[in-house]
């Protein structure tokens, strides 16, 4: 005796949920796609903006949540340009490739705030950027970043 039949996969007529590394590559963003993203060092710089707002009112307590707390650590410790004059001048060249076709803006803050070395390790931690862009033209900004990167 051989034992039970096992019975055949059930059939689902939900679509397959695309995995991670799909949603990396063709930059599936969802309700997100148009909106403005920043990058780490930008983002640093706005909550001490706010930061120092808050300190200028002795009445402000409302930016004491612990994940208000919590951002603003991980932004100080993760942000590669501390000075607000270099976080405007890689948000500059960063934004020159907006003027590429297909790219996005998610792209550009990404390549702003991992400061890749190489095109290649750009497109690798980057995937969705492949066939976007020339690695000479890209080359470029990450050099223009890597500059500034040295001297804050």
């Given at each position: 005796?051989?034992g039970?039949?096992?019975l055949?996969?059930?059939?689902?007529?939900k679509?397959?949920?695309?995995?991670?590394?799909?949603?990396?590559?063709?930059?599936?963003?969802?309700?997100m796609a148009?909106?403005?993203?920043l990058?780490v060092?930008?983002?640093n710089?706005?909550l001490?903006?706010?930061?120092?707002?808050s300190?200028?009112?002795?009445?402000n307590t409302?930016?004491n949540?612990e994940?208000?707390?919590?951002?603003?650590?991980y932004v100080s410790?993760?942000?590669?340009?501390k000075d607000?004059?270099?976080?405007?001048?890689v948000d500059?060249?960063?934004s020159r490739?907006?003027n590429?076709p297909?790219?996005?803006?998610?792209?550009r803050?990404q390549l702003a705030?991992?400061?890749?070395?190489?095109a290649?390790?750009?497109?690798?931690?980057i995937?969705?950027?492949e066939?976007?862009i020339g690695?000479?033209?890209?080359?470029q900004?990450?050099?223009?970043?890597s500059k500034?990167?040295d001297?804050?």
């Open positions: 005796m051989a039970p039949t096992p055949p996969p059930v059939l689902s007529r679509r397959p949920q695309p995995t991670d590394d799909e949603n990396a590559y063709d930059l599936r963003l969802g309700d148009d909106v403005p993203t990058s060092a930008e983002c710089e706005l001490n903006k706010l930061a120092e707002r300190n200028a009112d002795p009445n409302r930016n949540s994940i208000y707390l919590k951002t603003r650590e410790l993760f942000a590669r340009f607000g004059k270099t976080v405007a001048q500059t060249i960063s490739l907006l590429v297909g790219i996005q803006n998610f792209e803050a705030t991992l400061c890749c070395d190489t290649e390790e750009a497109r690798t931690l995937p969705s950027l066939g976007k690695d000479d033209e890209l080359q900004v990450l050099d223009d970043i500034l990167r001297f804050s």
